[in-house]
């Protein structure tokens, strides 16, 4: 079973059968195709506020190109030191801002904390031009350890944010999986909490190769659509990315994988604290952060089990993350085969 990444899963029928409807017949380009045109009024059904849409093939560049619109040059993104822009996204913000510079601080389990966040930027010294001013900060949601921000954590920070003028930024690559685990209303953690703009990822929970930037400030839109097409990111044939999107919120199919995902995380939890593994925290998402013997370690693999080692929490510590395909009925039966 691999527990490696949930980007080894493959697109769920829901995503294929919307795109073999869509494969036999010619339509207009760049987004003017009437799939494309649908996005906006069906994100912001799903928001309960009027949004734009815009689609990209990656997370990162989800990420980067909703950034690049969110902060000038020459201004700082804070951001957890743990958060994907900052580790595993290369110079990318720098990239698509022009230079702009993250500015990362510390907080449990990758996330900030609204207090320590107000202290960070109120304590940072003003040397005029020659230093970097906060302009944006950026949380992950669900984050890189596996958290899920609460609707009221993300309101403490959206209320920071705007006792200090800065724009707040979302990255939801697995923003399902926080939703499934929260029961809430996806407006409840994002616009009405002082959220912006989130990239809406979809890639990790049951689609192809899309993510969405979703702008809760539409008047955004015609700058990230223009970042977009510079960066080399407007797909020509863009129904195909629409039609992905479409299905993938369509009868809460993006609920249903991540709830999924977010089960076999917990099963999979079970099975390990009985083999003698502890969780580094609890478990809100598909993401298991384990600490464990190199025997146990051992034992797993050797029952056919893939996943990482994760250094970065220590030498004993390891990474299980969970998928929409993951089958629940396989972790069950490790307890059988592990004994």
């Known amino acids: 079973m691999n527990f490696a990444s949930d980007n080894v899963s493959p697109f769920c029928p829901e995503i294929l059968e919307a795109l073999t409807k869509e494969a036999s017949a010619n339509a207009p380009a760049y987004g003017g195709d009437e799939i494309s045109q649908q996005l906006d009024a069906a994100f912001s059904e799903l928001f309960g506020k009027d949004v734009a849409v815009i689609p990209v093939a990656t997370g990162t560049a989800a990420n980067c190109i909703s950034l690049s619109a969110l902060v000038s040059p020459y201004g700082g993104v804070v951001c957890h030191h743990e958060a994907h822009i900052n580790e595993d996204e290369s110079t990318g913000v720098a990239f698509f801002t022009g230079g702009a510079k993250l500015l990362p601080m510390d907080g449990p389990a990758a996330k900030l904390e609204s207090s320590s966040l107000d202290t960070f930027i109120a304590d940072r010294v003003d040397r005029g031009v020659h230093s970097v001013s906060p302009e944006c900060v950026a949380i992950t949601q669900a984050t890189e350890l596996g958290a899920v921000y609460s609707v009221d954590e993300v309101t403490a920070i959206g209320e920071v944010c705007r006792k200090h003028d ?9 923003f399902a999986n926080a939703v499934a685990h929260l029961k809430c209303h996806p407006a409840d953690v994002t616009w009405k909490a002082g959220v912006d703009a989130i990239s809406f990822g979809a890639t990790k929970n049951g689609a192809m190769a899309v993510d969405a930037i979703v702008l809760f400030d539409i008047s955004l839109k015609s700058r990230i ?115």
């Open 166 to 174: 800065l724009r707040l930024f979302m990255d939801g690559a697995r």
């Open 225 to 339: 659509e223009q970042a977009r097409k510079r960066s080399g990111h407007l797909h020509s044939k863009h129904r195909y990315l629409a039609t992905q999107l479409l299905a993938y919120i369509q009868y809460d199919v993006w609920l249903k994988n991540a709830a999924h995902a977010n089960e076999a995380a917990q099963a999979l939890a079970e099975v390990l604290i009985r083999q003698g593994a502890t969780l580094v925290h609890a478990a809100e998402g598909n993401e298991l952060f384990v600490k464990m013997s190199p025997e146990l370690a051992g034992k797993l693999r050797d029952a056919g089990l893939m996943f990482h080692g994760w250094p970065s929490l220590g030498t004993d510590v390891y990474r299980f993350v969970a998928a929409w395909n993951t089958d629940i009925v396989q972790i069950t039966n490790l307890k059988t085969t592990l004994g």
